[in-house]
């Protein structure tokens, strides 16, 4: 079946660079999604790339896909303390479900 | 637009007990989802409707577990003789599929806040 994982935390400067990485198994995943959880919210659709492209870059964030290896990552530009939050990788095996990760922590110190 | 809403937000019952939950999907979403989250974990899927038809259930959804979107627009999830396992955030989403829209268009799901369950 599906699985996608990822790294449970991590912990940034405020003005560094995150870099939130996360794997997936399903080849036949045709988009990935990057989604942000805070407390008490909903999550929040972020971006997705479509797996025929390498990168993708939305402002702050950029995606980087290598399909070869099935390796998905999510950088986020001059980290603030308001990025602090969950994020989530997800994939689309279906036209009908997301299967997403088990979520990043991402802490942002000042 | 108000965004996807779920009511009630938190749900304190005792084991045995049935619960029902409500979601109200952006207007015009024909597709709504149920996903279930645990702490520490990422949604699972759970059941998703095109407009008021049940088209998918995931094997985690036991026979406990009931949903319906008997116009097409809210929808409600029931799970009948509660267990403690069953405490989680359950989460509703919806978007507006069309067969025109490209597919990563057609997977941007809108989530609610969320029900959180706690089975005493």
């Known amino acids: 079946g599906e699985d996608v994982e990822q790294s449970l935390f991590l912990s940034v400067r405020e003005g560094d660079s995150s870099v939130i990485n996360c794997t997936y198994t399903?080849?036949?995943?045709?988009?990935l999604y990057w989604y942000k959880q805070e407390p008490g919210a909903g999550l929040q659709l972020l971006t997705y790339i479509f797996s025929n492209m390498d990168m993708k870059q939305d402002q702050r964030l950029t995606v980087l896909l290598n399909k070869k290896d099935k390796h998905l990552s999510l950088r986020i530009a001059d980290t603030q303390t308001g990025d602090s939050a969950i994020y989530f990788c997800?994939?689309?095996?279906?036209?009908?479900?997301?299967?997403f990760g088990s979520g990043t922590q991402l802490t942002v110190l000042p | 637009d108000t965004g996807v809403s779920q009511d009630p937000r938190h749900k304190i019952t005792k084991r045995g007990q049935n619960v029902t939950f409500r979601c109200d999907p952006i207007?015009?979403?024909?597709?709504l989802y149920w996903y279930r989250q645990t702490l520490g974990q990422g949604p699972e899927f759970l059941t998703y409707?095109?407009?008021?038809?049940?088209?998918?259930k995931s094997r985690l959804l036991s026979d406990r577990f009931s949903a319906e979107r008997p116009k097409g627009s809210f929808s409600t999830l029931e799970i009948q003789r509660t267990e403690q396992g069953d405490s989680a955030m359950y989460l509703c989403a919806s978007n507006h599929f069309s067969f025109g829209t490209s597919g990563g268009k057609n997977n941007e799901q809108f989530f609610g806040p969320g029900t959180r369950l706690t089975v005493l």
């Open positions: 409707f095109q407009n008021e038809a049940q088209l998918e």
């Open positions: 997800a994939d689309a095996p279906t036209a009908r479900q997301l299967t």
């Open positions: 399903d080849s036949s995943s045709t988009y």
């Open positions: 207007s015009e979403h024909n597709r």
